[in-house]
């Protein structure tokens, strides 16, 4: 746990996210790969909380799921911000006596552990009971706004259905994050009532009910960008453009060139290290994870692969999951690699699918190689040894061994194994007619004559 007070974490997302027009409940959808609850939670777990609880509504057993191990609570009526914190209470209920509550929205998936330490450390210097987080969005329609003292402090936040003209006018709002002492948030949370313009129960009233009995809120403020919420698909993909930008400019500051910054597309847990070179118009799946040196070629798609330093990939290069490239490897076009290891050194340069396999270092795979490794009900392997030459257009029916610096002749289907420095040799010998071909034309051209 961090030095500092111990901090709980209540993540809301009860709301069904209507407007997503939707099956799966909103906070599901994903950006960069991972649902936007799982950002809030990576952003949460960061400030190492003793605790993080999720609230849904009823009917969400999916989000269980997705947030697990940390649990959900389920809020039964959707009456109002105040009351899904409060539906929260019986999860906190075994806290010490000075602890802090974080409020998070689920849908709000560019949240930074950066920022939210920014609220921590406010708190901590200005001695505020509560302080919330701010933002100035383009159109403040729809927020609530919020209105300072005289000394700074925060007087009240006003929903826009409640506000006056004036006080709509105000560009400070709420971007929905709050942080404040557990004990005492809980205890006003049981005030709160729902007399207002929406009949919700406000968690923006502890404003005015803590300041009632001298307990003073602050504001923190932050940047636009990192607490728009999500509550359209067009809002989902104007987040996802926010958070590829932001991925895309911390893989150039740790040393990766991005030739074309705006076509590569980014997940969430996309490993590139230093001098890695991507061209333009490649995509990036989750779990890919390469090495130092590697370069990356136009229109390569890679996901779940794991590709070692100065490894050359594409143009064209597909590689799914389990794909495991070695040092100085050569994936080139139209390859499609599967569950495959390929050792160091080895090339397979050019219209080929590797499943299930593995070769060995320096091997050569050539163009038009296929392992054949369903039959319909299982997966089978081949091993290809190292060094081995494998010529174009071979099929390969696994289960089935290739030995080290064996050579497989082109043309052929490979069913049984061909052992260390052996030729295997498998398709029809060839014949040749001598002046056959000159034969053939001349009768062609007789019979079009006399007809
Ligand atoms: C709320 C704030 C507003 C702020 C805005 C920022 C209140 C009264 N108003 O307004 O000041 O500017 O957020 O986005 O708090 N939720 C539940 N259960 C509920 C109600 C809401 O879980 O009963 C969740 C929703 O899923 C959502 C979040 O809380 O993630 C905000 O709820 P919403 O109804 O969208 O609040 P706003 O009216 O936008
Ligand atoms: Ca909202």
Not at 247 to 263: F, I, S
Request: hydrophobic share 40%.
């Amino acid at each position: 746990m961090s030095e500092g007070t111990p901090l709980n974490v209540v993540i809301l997302a009860a709301g069904q996210g209507t407007r997503m027009r939707s099956a799966k409940p909103k906070v599901l959808h994903e950006v960069a790969g991972l649902p936007m609850v799982r950002h809030v939670l990576k952003a949460a777990e960061q400030l190492e909380p003793s605790r993080i609880a999720v609230v849904v509504g009823p009917d969400m057993p999916q989000i269980a799921e997705a947030v697990a191990p940390w649990p959900v609570i389920v809020q039964q009526q959707r009456l109002g911000t105040a009351d899904a914190v409060r539906t929260a209470a019986p999860l906190l209920k075994d806290m010490g006596e000075k602890e802090d509550l974080l409020v998070l929205y689920g849908d709000g998936p560019l949240i930074t552990a950066e920022t939210l330490h920014v609220l921590q450390e406010q708190k901590r210097s200005s001695g505020a009971e509560l302080v919330w987080l701010g933002f100035r969005p383009p159109d403040p329609t729809g927020y609530g706004r919020l209105l300072l003292a005289e000394d700074g402090t925060l007087e009240a936040i006003v929903e826009e259905k409640d506000a006056s003209d004036e006080q709509r006018r105000v560009a400070l709002c709420w971007a929905g994050y709050l942080l404040g002492d557990a004990r005492g948030m809980l205890e006003l949370l049981e005030q709160v009532d729902n007399d207002n313009a929406k009949g919700e129960y406000y968690l923006t009233d502890l404003v005015r009910l803590g300041r009632a009995i001298g307990r003073m809120s602050r504001v923190s403020e932050c940047g636009v960008d990192e607490v728009t919420g999500v509550n359209s698909r067009s809002e989902l993909a104007q987040a996802e453009k926010l958070m590829q930008e932001r991925l895309r400019r911390r893989a150039m500051e740790q040393g990766v060139t991005l030739v074309d910054p705006d076509t590569v597309w980014l997940s969430h847990d996309t490993e590139l290290a230093t001098d890695v070179v991507v061209h333009p118009n490649v995509v990036f799946g989750p779990g890919v994870r390469v090495a130092e040196g590697v370069e990356i070629l136009s229109f390569s798609h890679l996901e779940g692969a794991r590709i070692a330093e100065g490894a050359r990939i594409g143009p064209y290069a597909r590689l799914r999951p389990g794909s495991e490239i070695g040092e100085k490897a050569r994936v080139g076009n139209f390859v499609e690699i599967k569950a495959t290891r390929l050792g160091a050194g080895a090339k397979a340069n050019h219209l080929s699918y590797l499943g299930d396999a593995t070769v060995g270092a320096d091997a050569n795979i050539g163009a038009g190689t296929i392992t054949c490794n369903y039959d319909g009900y299982d997966k089978h392997h081949s091993d290809i040894g190292a060094g081995a030459f494998i010529g174009s257009n071979t099929a390969l029916v696994a289960p089935v061994r290739i030995g080290a610096n064996a050579i497989v002749g082109a043309g052929s289907t490979i069913t049984g194994d061909v052992p260390d420095d052996a030729l295997g040799l498998a398709r029809a010998e060839q014949t040749v007619r001598p002046d056959a071909a000159a034969r053939f034309r001349a009768q062609r051209k007789n019979s079009k004559e006399t007809s």
